[in-house]
């Protein structure tokens, strides 16, 4: 088993989201993070996402 399966499947999923994203007008992006075995996960997910947390790219409801 290739040891990046798990990115190698992130980067499949993206390549294919960029084509109907594309398509639709929307950008998506894949921002590799290595955290060590035994290491802070979390810790590791809030600095990813910065002081803005989840808010950055959780989707808004358009109103009509």
Do not use: E, K
């Amino acid at each position: 088993m290739p040891a990046d399966l798990g990115l190698a499947g992130a980067q499949l999923g993206l390549a294919d989201n960029l084509t109907t994203g594309g398509f639709l007008g929307h950008a998506y992006a894949l921002i590799p993070i290595d955290v060590p075995p035994g290491g802070d996960f979390a810790a590791a997910a809030r600095q990813a996402l910065g002081p803005r947390g989840w808010s950055w790219w959780m989707p808004r409801r358009r109103r009509c």
